[in-house]
């Protein structure tokens, strides 16, 4: 692992994109590494609580789950929240699936192709642009609900879940291509210029050079496109209103009635809404740090 | 190629292709469906998405299927928000042209707004003789906009309701009956905190419930005449009446318990069944949280008019439109028609704890409070709800919502109507 | 041949017109609805774009509307509150983490999870734990903390979090004081004790992406400056403060505009734990444009609200972005 700010290209040979092997763990020997431990172990505990207040409250009977017997084990765990959120979820979770898996990707994609062209390919004017792009990352989403529906509606895009995709598309690019811009620009300029010198046309200087190395960087943005994509709950509401279509966090919302609410399903359901965000996360936590490691960051 | 020349018509070209298609593209125009063919299908919206009101609502369609075999119906419903996220869908629906064939609506205002902007139809043919009989006339007036019937109504709630905790009442030495006055309500309420007992009951987690108390109060203190005229312009906010009725729902504030902010309706409600505090002035859709929270009727708990407002009823009334450009016209009128059957009004009640409109539905089965009200439906004056859209317009309504909070908060009385007065 | 060639070199830049287009409708033509929509005389379910006779009338109306000027109010709390307190703990975290002995990678994940879920999700879990009655009040009780409270004689500690109206720190006196014309201001200046149990929540979700970007920009830090500094006799807490937390700098700034992207956007978490609140104490611009538009139908009052959230934005970002232009021209 590189030691200086820049990044040196490896050899090449087969680069692998494992995780470091685990060679640090050992014991804590001195008083600060108990310390440090000590304070991580607390926080680790504290962060846990709310989902320990969501899971016990999902394994409960319906007239136990209620705030006042939240620090309290279930008396008797009833998987029965489970398989009710389960059984009312799994369409829109596989809804949800097909509107941010492409989503993500093609903006990823998309986002890499432009961050390449913004930080090596710069022409007059560049700079420019992509902040017109960059600011709108910020637009706040309550402001453009009726533009975005009438546009949609005159592009017969509207209640379509490629209209859904194509809304998180709009929206993602600015930020996928912020991610990538960074990440391209601690690549060395003479990789660039070696392969131009050989000949190749920019295109393939992105194809063959850059997008080869850009594993990392596909990591991040990947998690956060499919993070924020997967928990945006007023773009899939207002876009793809028919329930058979609809996304699994308004399917969520609607388990919570107007005035009263069966606690363990909807808390059930939150939990197994969020189980692929959680798995995504697990197996690739650390390719995301080592992929802002890699000069997105700055 | 110089990339300036390029881009700059591009971006212009983007911008005006972006403005005329979000500024010109709408609802299609008319082409509201002629056809007398019935479809096999049909879209209803609400936001009844569960517990009472969606079981209730479920009657309704069953009732529909067991007429209309063959068709299918979507429910669209949408929940959260009190309302404002079915009306952002709702909105955008309509924006977008696709609208469900048959929403739920309010009459009065909120049906005269969508009738301006031009996206329900009449639906007067779906009026017989007998129906038009058997619904108060009132209703039907509220109902009709420029002489066309544009909703059908499947149940009536009561907005005036003070509940109250049997045991903690007698053992007080209190007595409520339908003639017990505000002043008197509020002369008990020294009694109570002096024998440990929180006078009120409150949820507000939404401002929905203080809405509907003071909806309540301000009847109480300035009668149906001048309270109406709140909405047309002949009774000021600034009326001594408004005053009274603000300071009533201060004393009730300052006597609720504390933890009103946090908790709902139904848990509000709860506290009453649990003894927690004495008097519960809401919907009657606190009946069906009662019960279910386990308190028997004139056993643990007891209910009057809110003082000062018996004979008067504030009617809460449930109804459906009919969209202009509705895909399944045939369906949708079916479907109004549906829920104005006896049979449909009946089941529907049962299940959600109101009472038919209609008042030719047989009472028997019904629970005991359901047969007062209905009678009581039948001979009252009828004052429509302020808090849930029947009469003023949505905007009117938030700022109401917004008044109440700032009182909620320490704000004078002076300031609450000095801020309904500019907003009306 | 020179066609071809041109044509190649250009086709990147050319392959950009898509996403510029797409920004183009989606951002700009969308906002200049919004701007049109602000103007206007939109205020009921009806569409109605005509203007409003003054033009300005409504952005009048939103800046001597009390809400919304609470609703600023509060959000700059919310995000001075937020940001500070995310920053820190990814600091904390990052550092932590950097320089513990084992299970490296079990804590990284564990601090990332709460970022997983969504903000609906995450409000209603902890406004069941800011319940007075039966949430983290009780601990207090529990772990001894309010009989050691009484013993000292400041008595229980049992605030009401979401449910307390009331204002700490108010400095409209002291203001009052110095300039006479505030004094009769009728908006509080002060922190409202329900808005901090929202920006615990916050940084809880947050907090573990502001450590993932701490532990990056940790890894940039050359070994061999540390170990040099240490050779020279510097202690722990001097290469944190002359070498580490200086290195940190262009990690934090970074943190920094996308938690500020994330708090002056907030809504669903807001709404879920507590709405408005009592008297306004949660109110926020993002409930305001939504209540304003689609509760009341007065369009124009939320687009216009809209469009200054978005100016506000703005305001923080583009002297970010030009600056780190700047930096970068410079650098590469």
Redesign the interface.
Same mark, same amino acid.
């Given at each position: 692992?590189s030691?200086?700010?820049t990044m040196t290209l490896p050899p090449r040979r087969k680069r692998s994109t494992a !995780?470091p092997k *685990?060679r640090?763990?050992?014991? !804590?020997?001195t008083a600060?590494?108990f310390f440090?431990?000590a304070?991580?172990v607390l926080? @680790?505990a504290v962060?846990?609580?709310?989902?320990f207040?969501?899971i016990t409250s999902a394994l409960r009977t319906p007239a136990e789950a209620v705030?006042?017997n939240?620090?309290d084990w279930p008396t008797i765990p009833s998987g029965a929240g489970f398989t009710e959120a389960w059984g009312l979820l799994q369409n829109n979770v596989l809804n949800s699936f097909l509107v941010v898996v492409p989503a993500s990707l093609l903006t990823s994609f998309?986002g890499a192709?432009?961050g390449? %062209?913004f930080s090596k390919?710069k $022409?007059?004017?560049s700079?420019l =642009?992509f902040?017109?792009? /960059?600011?709108?990352?910020? =637009?706040? +989403?309550? &402001?453009?609900?009726? !533009? /975005?529906?009438?546009?949609?509606? @005159?592009?017969g895009l +509207?209640?379509t879940i490629p209209g859904l995709i194509l809304?998180h598309? &709009? +929206?993602g690019?600015?930020i996928a291509?912020l991610i990538f811009r960074n990440y391209y620009?601690s690549l060395p300029?003479e990789l660039i210029e070696a392969a131009q010198i050989d000949g190749a046309?920019?295109?393939q200087v992105?194809t063959r050079v850059a997008l080869p190395l850009s594993v990392p960087g596909f990591i991040v943005s990947i998690l956060f496109q499919f993070?924020s994509q997967?928990?945006n709950? #007023?773009f899939g509401?207002?876009v793809v209103?028919?329930?058979?279509m609809q996304v699994a966090?308004?399917a969520?919302?609607?388990?919570?009635?107007? /005035?009263? %609410?069966?606690w363990n399903v909807?808390?059930a359901g &939150?939990a197994l =809404?969020?189980i692929p965000? /959680?798995v #995504?996360?697990?197996t690739l936590?650390?390719y $995301?740090?080592r992929? *802002? #490691?890699a000069g997105s960051?700055? | 190629m110089s990339h300036r020349t390029v881009l700059r018509p591009l971006a212009a070209m983007g911008a005006a292709l972006a403005l005329v298609l979000t500024g010109c593209s709408g609802p299609s125009e008319g082409t509201g469906s002629e056809t007398s063919e019935p479809t096999d299908s049909l879209e209803i919206f609400s936001w009844w998405t569960a517990s009472a009101e969606a079981a209730a609502l479920s009657a309704l369609t069953t009732e529909f299927e067991n007429t209309y075999p063959g068709v299918e119906i979507t429910n669209a419903a949408v929940a959260g928000g009190g309302g404002g996220n079915a009306r952002a869908v709702l909105q955008t629906r309509l924006q977008g042209g696709d609208p469900p064939d048959s929403w739920m609506a309010g009459p009065g205002e909120l049906a005269r707004q969508y009738y301006d902007a031009g996206v329900i139809q009449p639906v007067t043919d779906v009026y017989d003789d007998e129906l038009r009989a058997a619904i108060p006339s009132a209703v039907l007036d509220n109902m009709t906009i420029d002489g066309e019937i544009y909703s059908a109504a499947a149940g009536v709630g009561r907005g005036n309701v003070l509940f109250y905790n049997k045991e903690l009442v007698e053992s007080n030495g209190i007595e409520l009956s339908a003639n017990t006055g505000m002043d008197d309500l509020m002369g008990t309420v020294d009694r109570l905190k002096a024998a440990g007992v929180t006078p009120f009951c409150l949820g507000d987690a939404t401002i929905f419930g203080d809405q509907v108390i003071l909806d309540a109060l301000l009847l109480a203190s300035l009668g149906p005449d001048a309270r109406n005229g709140l909405f047309d312009g002949s009774t000021e906010w600034t009326d001594p009446g408004v005053a009274e009725a603000v300071e009533n729902y201060q004393t009730l504030l300052a006597n609720a318990n504390t933890d009103h902010s946090a908790l709902t309706s139904s848990e509000a409600a709860g506290y009453l069944a649990d003894g927690k505090c004495a008097y519960y002035i809401a919907g009657d859709w606190a009946y069906g949280y009662l019960k279910q929270a386990g308190a028997e009727d004139q056993v643990d708990f007891g209910y009057i008019p809110v003082p000062d407002t018996a004979g008067e009823y504030i009617a809460i009334i449930d109804t459906f439109v009919v969209a202009k450009d509705a895909a399944n016209v045939v369906n949708a009128k079916r479907w109004l028609q549906s829920l104005s059957t006896v049979e449909s009004q009946r089941a529907f009640s049962l299940e959600k704890g109101s009472i038919p409109v209609r008042t030719d539905v047989p009472m028997d089965g019904f629970p005991p409070y359901q047969v007062a009200a209905a009678k009581d439906f039948a001979q009252d004056t009828i004052v429509w709800g302020f808090s849930t859209g029947q009469i003023g317009t949505p905007s009117l309504l938030q700022s109401f919502g917004d008044a109440i909070t700032a009182v909620n908060g320490g704000g004078g009385v002076d300031a609450f109507q000095a801020a309904m007065a500019s907003a009306s | 041949m020179k066609f071809r060639a041109r044509l190649s070199n250009n086709l990147p830049r050319l392959l950009l017109i898509p996403s510029i287009l797409i920004s183009l409708v989606f951002v700009y033509g969308f906002i200049s609805f919004t701007v049109v929509a602000s103007l206007s005389n939109w205020d009921s379910f009806a569409l109605d774009l005509s203007l409003r006779e003054p033009w300005y009338q409504t952005y009048i109306e939103l800046f001597a509307n009390p809400r919304f000027q609470i609703g600023l109010r509060n959000q700059l709390i919310f995000t001075v509150g937020f940001l500070a307190l995310t920053t820190v703990i990814g600091l904390v975290l990052g550092i932590l983490i950097h320089n513990v002995v084992l299970a490296k990678g079990f804590f990284r994940t564990l601090f990332l999870a709460p970022y997983a879920l969504s903000f609906i999700v995450t409000g209603v879990v902890w406004r069941w734990l800011f319940n007075p009655e039966t949430g983290v009040n009780l601990l207090l009780d529990v772990l001894g903390i309010n009989s050691v409270l009484e013993a000292i004689g400041v008595g229980p500690l049992k605030p009401g979090w979401l449910t307390d109206p009331s204002l700490v720190l108010t400095v409209n006196d002291a203001l009052g004081a110095a300039f006479p014309p505030l004094r009769d201001m009728g908006l509080q200046l002060g922190i409202p004790v329900a808005m901090i149990p929202i920006i615990i929540a916050a940084s809880w979700q947050v907090g573990g992406f502001a450590m993932a970007m701490t532990l990056a920009g940790l890894g940039t830090i050359p070994e061999e400056m540390i170990e040099a500094a240490r050779v020279d006799g510097a202690s722990s807490w001097q290469i944190y403060t002359k070498i580490v937390i200086p290195n940190l700098t262009p990690t934090i700034v970074s943190t920094l505009v996308i938690l500020g992207w994330t708090s002056l956007t907030i809504f669903d978490l807001v709404v879920a734990m507590s709405g408005s609140g009592p008297g306004f104490a949660t109110e926020v611009p993002g409930i305001f444009v939504y209540e304003q538009s689609f509760r009341a139908f007065r369009f124009n009052s939320g687009a216009a609200a809209s469009i200054v959230m978005l100016i506000a934005v703005s305001a923080v970002v583009v002297p970010y972005l030009a600056r780190a232009y700047r930096n970068q021209e410079e650098g590469s």
């Open positions: 692992m030691k200086t700010a !995780p *685990l640090d763990w050992r014991a !804590p020997r600060g590494e440090v431990l304070v991580l926080m @680790a962060t846990m609580v709310p989902f207040v969501m705030p006042s939240m620090w998309v192709f432009n390449f %062209v390919l $022409f007059r004017g700079n =642009i902040t017109l792009i /960059l600011i709108g990352m910020f =637009i706040p +989403y309550q &402001a453009v609900l009726i !533009p /975005l529906v009438r546009f949609l509606s @005159a592009t +509207y209640g809304t598309f &709009a +929206y690019i600015p291509t620009a300029k046309t920019n295109i992105f993070t997967w928990n709950f #007023l509401l207002i209103p028919d329930p058979k966090t308004v969520l919302n609607n388990m919570s009635g107007s /005035l009263t %609410v069966e909807v808390m &939150a =809404i969020a965000t /959680l #995504l996360y697990l936590s650390r $995301f740090v992929g *802002l #490691l960051v700055k | - | -």
